[in-house]
């Protein structure tokens, strides 16, 4: 990645209960680089190997997930854009 501004890594574990709690961590990172004009782009990466279930949820195949990451990340940029979540709080 070229002009790197920050990596944020963390592990995941959605504490819904059974059977997505019975699935590894997985692992989330975030990469951060300017995109030009003052903007910033950010790019995550979930991988997922070893648990199908929490896959489901994270990519919104699952209605549980509420749209997956695509709805949060959707949902940050608009809090960072206009001080307001999609969410409404």
């Avoid at 070893?50 to 195949?61: F, I, M």
């Avoid at 997956?68 to 990340?73: D, K, N, P, Q």
């Amino acid at each position: 990645m070229t002009d790197l501004a920050g990596v944020l890594v963390q592990t995941w574990n959605a504490l819904f209960g059974p059977p997505v709690t019975d699935e590894p961590s997985t692992r989330l990172t975030y990469a951060i680089t300017p995109a030009g004009n003052g903007a910033t782009k950010v790019t995550m990466t979930h991988e997922l190997d070893g648990a199908p279930v929490t896959a489901g949820l994270v990519n919104g195949d699952d209605e549980m997930g509420g749209g997956g990451w695509a709805f949060v990340l959707s949902d940050l940029k608009s809090l960072l854009e206009t001080g307001k979540s999609l969410a409404g709080s």
